[in-house]
């Protein structure tokens, strides 16, 4: 999208010049060139702050369709918000290299593509927040998948990054570790799953993961991509001691 | 998205047409006009930026408490911010909101960030409706915090509640200054919110008897089973958190020298900002039509409409108008709900795209319902596929179309029980048969996308 906009900045610039070259002789005094310099300035200030606009917006998009095609395992559409060389880790699963291995993932480790009746698998992408680095062509998220599935519950955070490919917006390492999964009857309280690992089911990973952590009901705090929005700090690591019942004693 | 290249063709045919006979203003005015615009985009531009800084103030909240960042999170208020918690009274200040969030939350004013084994504290920080004020140094928001909360093996917990936050800019930086926090109910995983039974939250909870509150509150407010509705900080049905720029009629005709290509730079690039307002004016009108639905407020929800705006929801039909639509939404239940009734439609995961001429948008939303009727309560689940108009600088929903997922009793879940969907009601009928026969969960199938992949820029073909 940003390439058709500079596409049509440029061919709107080439018009306006051709105009102005049709037209040249016959306009009044010009204003300086300071007034002319300043109001350049002005504009293209403003420039970049607008398209950061569009560029949060644009990102979100990406991650919030993600979540709609993996409710219906809509793989091929899913593989596609990839980069050729996109990584991809989720739970303990270890890492998944390509956009090949993306696809495969979903299509052999969780089913092949469509909706399957009586089997609901949504992934329900909330709290999405985005940050476009200093680059201008790279993005990273903090996102929640809450999972509503015929096995129960599932409570994920995402940290991705994104990367601009000619205007458009692609996941290039989706990682998401786990909170929460439980399943429907008790919730919570009892009969969580505290990760998935490399061999829990095929195919296997290209990489081991790139963290080792027990999810509910122990503690793992994945690290926070962005300052606080407040005071500008990076949060630290947790306590060592959290999620040991010696916590706060 | 692909035909954003094409935005800009009618204003440069336009320009082409009038060629530059219609210079007739003077250089040293169009100078001062276009720097009179430049200033009022450069507000346009801080105002659409404090929306999305604001969004990610409340998203940092619920990520550092899920973790037990409890000082992280107050750091997110003013130095003298004001915390409302529900009935148990008012905190001020930031150490007194930390202390306040690492209570309720389980964690520990004496160690660094974290929560202890077996502590659930996931605040999940949805629908916000973001209204910033004309001046642009103070802002509103409402938020719906939807909670998992517990202690493994001993409770399992959701959590509903409404925010009405106070937002200030200080030196240039965004802050909480003071936080609403409604609790509607901490109902147990068990049996869920329908077996609550009246006064649950009336009483100060554990947390306030320890740790007293510097204030107490206003007044007091019955939580759920009863249906009390959290003041709003906007109203009407036209409220500044919807407005945005009226669409483009025509583009303006711009002389052929250097400050004309400046002015047609500038109108490019201030029809870009008016659509990038124009989405965040979408997701807060949708975020705002969810609130009403929460608490049947059927009358200020149909009012959202335009005038020949469209409501289908499942397979009820079509209703056209806003008198029409507010019949359709009665299928809920009575204005107002009755005590015991919850309706929280829960608005998120949205996919909005304004078209070029900032005229019309559409948007796909995910919608998880959390209900309870006659003591009973129920889980739904849908997808919006929605459009807007953009009615001189208000936006309105033209077609509200809800595609129900599943819907099923909450204690089997909707896997065991699932509920199909009413047909088209006798005693308040639809205008129009359902413009998609489809039945719901068991059954699944791929809701339709407004929108083309947003990498390959290809319409989906179903997998």
């Not at chain 1, 607008?50 to 219906?72: C, M, S």
């Not at chain 2, 009615?391 to 909707?414: A, D, P, R």
């Amino acid at each position: 999208m940003a390439t058709n906009k500079i596409a049509s900045t440029v061919l709107a610039r080439g018009l306006v010049l051709l105009l102005g070259l049709a037209g040249a002789g016959g306009a009044a005094a010009a204003p300086s060139a300071a007034d002319i310099a300043a109001v350049e300035k002005e504009l293209s200030a403003l420039a970049p702050r607008i398209e950061r606009l569009e560029d949060l917006h644009e990102v979100e998009i990406v991650q919030h369709a993600y979540g709609y095609y993996v409710d219906k395992a809509q793989w091929k559409s899913l593989a596609d918000l990839f980069a050729d060389d996109a990584t991809l880790e989720i739970g303990g699963k270890g890492v998944f290299l390509g956009k090949q291995r993306v696809y495969q993932y979903m299509n052999e480790g969780m089913g092949a593509p469509g909706p399957r009746d009586g089997l609901l698998i949504d992934h329900q992408q909330f709290q999405c927040l985005p940050t476009i680095l200093e680059d201008g062509v790279t993005a990273r998220a903090r996102c929640i998948a809450f999972v509503m599935s015929s096995g129960g519950w599932g409570h994920v955070y995402y940290e991705n990054v994104y990367r601009k490919y000619d205007g458009k917006w692609k996941v290039q390492t989706l990682h998401g570790p786990f909170n929460m999964y439980s399943g429907y009857r008790q919730g919570w309280v009892d009969n969580v799953t505290v990760n998935t690992y490399p061999e829990k089911f095929a195919p296997w990973p290209d990489l081991p993961p790139t963290v080792v952590y027990l999810t509910y009901p122990s503690y793992y705090a994945e690290p926070f991509h962005y300052a606080n929005p407040v005071t500008g700090k990076v949060a630290p690591p947790p306590s060592p001691r959290a999620g040991g019942e010696a916590f706060g004693r | 998205m692909q035909f954003a290249s094409i935005r800009l063709l009618p204003a440069l045919c336009l320009a082409l047409a009038a060629g530059i006979a219609g210079a007739a203003q003077s250089d040293d005015a169009r100078l001062a006009a276009l720097k009179k615009r430049l200033a009022a985009m450069a507000e346009q531009t801080a105002q659409v930026e404090a929306v999305t800084q604001l969004q990610r103030i409340g998203r940092s909240f619920g990520y550092y408490v899920d973790k037990g960042y409890f000082g992280e999170a107050a750091d997110l208020f003013a130095d003298n911010a004001t915390f409302r918690w529900g009935n148990d009274g008012i905190y001020r200040g930031k150490s007194r909101i930390r202390e306040l969030l690492t209570r309720h939350g389980g964690g520990s004013m004496k160690e660094g960030p974290g929560l202890p084994f077996g502590r659930l504290n996931l605040r999940m920080q949805l629908q916000p409706v973001i209204t910033v004020a004309a001046d642009g140094k103070s802002a509103q928001g409402r938020w719906r915090e939807w909670g998992l909360l517990g202690q493994y093996k001993k409770a399992a917990i959701w959590g509903d509640a409404i925010i009405e936050d106070r937002y200030l800019l200080e030196g240039g930086v965004w802050k909480i200054a003071a936080r609403d926090y409604y609790v509607n109910f901490e109902a147990p995983y068990q049996g869920g919110w329908a077996v609550l039974k009246p006064g649950t939250f009336t009483a100060q909870s554990a947390v306030a008897k320890e740790f007293a509150p510097d204030s107490p509150v206003p007044s007091a407010y019955p939580a759920f089973p009863a249906v009390y509705v959290p003041p709003y900080h906007f109203a009407g049905s036209t409220p500044a958190a919807i407005q945005g720029r009226p669409p483009v009629q025509s583009s303006p005709k711009r002389a052929d020298d250097a400050l004309g290509r400046l002015e047609a730079e500038a109108d490019a690039r201030e029809l870009q900002l008016a659509r990038a307002q124009s989405l965040r004016a979408v997701e807060n009108l949708h975020g705002i039509y969810g609130y009403y639905v929460d608490k049947g407020q059927w009358k200020q929800a149909a009012a959202l409409f335009s005038r020949n705006g469209t409501y289908e929801f499942g397979q009820s039909g079509v209703y056209v108008g806003p008198a029409s639509i507010e019949r359709g939404l009665s299928l809920m239940g009575p204005a107002g709900l009755q005590e015991g009734q919850l309706n929280n439609f829960v608005m998120v995961q949205p996919i909005i795209h304004v078209d070029a001429q900032n005229r019309t948008a559409r948007a796909r939303w995910r919608n998880d319902v959390l209900q309870s009727r006659a003591g009973q309560g129920r889980w739904g689940g849908g997808i919006y596929e929605n459009e807007y108009v953009n009615e001189n600088g208000t936006w309105k929903i033209s077609k509200l179309h809800y595609h129900v997922t599943f819907w099923g009793e909450y204690e089997q879940g909707w896997g065991a029980k699932p509920i199909p969907m009413d047909p088209p009601s006798t005693t308040l009928p639809p205008d129009r048969p359902p413009t998609l026969v489809y039945q719901s969960f068991p059954k699944l199938q791929v809701v339709p996308f407004h929108f083309d992949h947003p990498v390959t820029g290809k319409p989906h073909e179903v997998q």
